[in-house]
């Protein structure tokens, strides 16, 4: 079956510390991986998106980066996080026109 | 560029009223359109879809029609549940630069009282 990881469910980090969120995807080869954010009280923003090992896209600039090393791993990166980052992040992938499948989720805190 | 507007929420229902959360949206080409719904604390879930003008998407009592001459996928069902209680999220599905893209609207919070 395809399932989506995403870890940490919960992080709080201090302004100015580093991040890193990581995703991985099962039962597949060659996914579409996606990160989104969700700010409290807003939709959804795409921040990046991957076709392939190496290929990243970036949809909105800003202090974040992302990162596909493997084929079925996406890593999302800050070297110094804003307050404005705290947010709710979620990976995704896609299968033609199915739509997404999303992860749980990462509710991230900056303080 | 393509949009998705959504009614504002949050949306206040009675157990066993009737729910419709308005869509509309703006594409260039002939997008796929769908539904996701957010629980509480949790990620999101493909509610229902509809690919092409007419298609209606059905999930879980939850229906949506594709309709092309008003450019809306408006979300409805007959009695909603306290279980229902979420954010709804309509969205659209488009080709952009060559590459497929998913344009979500800002969310509808729904919350059934008993």
């Known amino acids: 079956s395809q399932t989506i990881h995403q870890w940490p469910a919960t992080l709080v980090q201090p302004v100015g510390s580093p991040l890193s969120l990581e995703c991985t995807v099962e039962?597949?080869?060659?996914?579409?991986l996606y990160w989104y954010r969700q700010a409290a009280g807003r939709g959804l923003q795409l921040l990046f998106y991957s076709v392939g090992i190496g290929q990243i896209s970036s949809e909105v600039p800003q202090n974040l980066s992302a990162s596909r090393p493997q084929d079925r791993q996406f890593i999302l990166s800050s070297k110094k996080l804003l307050l404005s980052d705290s947010g709710f992040y979620l990976c995704?992938?896609?299968?033609?026109?199915?739509?997404?499948?999303f992860g749980s989720g990462t509710r991230l805190t900056v303080v | 560029g393509d949009s998705v507007t959504q009614m504002e929420g949050p949306v206040t229902l009675s157990e066993e009223a009737f729910l419709t959360i308005n869509c509309t949206y703006t594409a260039t080409g002939y997008p796929s359109l769908f539904w996701y719904v957010q629980y509480p604390g949790e990620g999101l879930q493909l509610l229902l879809k509809?690919?092409?003008?007419?298609d209606k998407g059905s999930n879980k009592g939850f229906e949506a029609t594709y309709r092309k001459e008003t450019t809306s996928f408006h979300l409805e069902k007959g009695s909603v549940q306290v279980s229902d209680s979420a954010v709804y999220f309509c969205?659209?599905?488009?080709?952009?630069?060559?590459?497929?893209?998913?344009?979500f609207g800002t969310g509808t919070k729904l919350q059934v009282i008993p």
């Open positions: 039962g597949t080869s060659n996914p579409n």
């Open positions: 509809a690919t092409k003008a007419d």
């Open positions: 969205a659209l599905s488009d080709i952009s630069g060559g590459y497929q893209k998913v344009t």
């Open positions: 995704a992938w896609r299968i033609g026109d199915s739509g997404y499948t």
